[in-house]
């Protein structure tokens, strides 16, 4: 059975740092693709960071370029979303997700595996 589970998010000041984690179980996370997703409250999902099944490249949308940085344990069979200097406008549920096509802009739509989603928070 496939899983993907987030863990990480909460409450940080702007210009603070949040690591969020995804574990996933059923597959490995070192033969598919994997990306990040948020969702802010009224707002489409919008494709944060990718990363091809060979680890690179690594894709970024331009709002967190410099600032985000994605990866993965392979024998943790996790996948990190490392977010430094966050801003308000970071502020949304951000989701993990495996089996699309590692390029940007990214679709949710077509990608097949999801977390629950976490939800990061970051204050004026």
């Known amino acids: 059975q496939v899983q993907m589970v987030e863990s990480g998010g909460g409450l940080v000041q702007a210009g603070g740092s949040l690591r969020l984690s995804c574990t996933a179980s059923?597959?490995?996370?070192?033969?598919?693709?994997l990306a990040w997703f948020r969702q802010a409250p009224g707002k489409e999902r919008e494709g944060v960071s990718c990363?091809?099944?060979?680890?690179?490249?690594?894709l970024y949308t331009d709002s967190v370029k410099g600032r985000f940085t994605i990866s993965r344990d392979d024998a943790k069979n996790t996948l990190y979303l490392q977010m430094n200097s966050l801003k308000p406008e970071d502020t949304a549920m951000y989701y993990c997700?495996?089996?699309?096509?590692?390029?940007?802009?990214?679709?949710?739509?077509?990608?097949?595996?999801w977390g629950q989603g976490t939800q990061v928070t970051v204050s004026s």
């Open positions: 997700a495996a089996g699309g096509p590692s390029a940007m802009p990214l679709r949710h739509e077509e990608w097949v595996y």
């Open positions: 990363m091809n099944w060979s680890g690179s490249p690594t």
């Open positions: 059923g597959f490995a996370v070192k033969d598919v693709h």
